[in-house]
């Protein structure tokens, strides 16, 4: 959870971001998420991101990254893994300076961390 100018952004591990006003009221649901969230920034927009896991039966897991427009509506998506049964994940995300940092661990013999840069722009 993150609180951005009295604003509250819940992620829940699967099926969504809510937006609660500081009274508790929902103002808006970003329902497209159907992947396993693990973390989300908002930058000075109100731009959301959010990074997780993505699961393939062929390639066992992905990390993805997305991000939504002030509005909910999905401006962009992406994936990052290997194919294969290798077990990727998304653990944290940041924007900062017009980029977005994604940490995240990938698994297959050895667990091995790795930091994704991305542009923050459509």
């Not at 609180?3 to 103002?27: A, C, K, R, W």
């Not at 969230?37 to 990074?51: P, R």
């Not at 999905?74 to 900062?96: M, P």
Request: aromatic fraction near 12%; glycine fraction near 14%; proline fraction near 1%.
């Amino acid at each position: 959870m993150k609180l951005t100018h009295l604003v509250i952004y819940v992620v829940p591990f699967q099926n969504g971001v809510t937006q609660y006003d500081s009274g508790g009221n929902v103002l808006r649901v970003f329902g497209a998420i159907s992947n396993l969230a693990s973390d989300m920034d908002v930058d000075e927009a109100g731009n959301i991101y959010i990074v997780g896991s993505t699961v393939s039966s062929k390639s066992g897991s992905d990390i993805f990254t997305q991000k939504y427009g002030s509005a909910g509506n999905l401006v962009w998506s992406t994936t990052y893994g290997k194919s294969g049964q290798y077990s990727d994940q998304g653990i944290g995300i940041t924007v900062r300076s017009g980029y977005v940092y994604v940490g995240g661990s990938r698994f297959n013999k050895n667990l091995d961390m790795c930091t994704l840069k991305y542009r923050a722009g459509n």
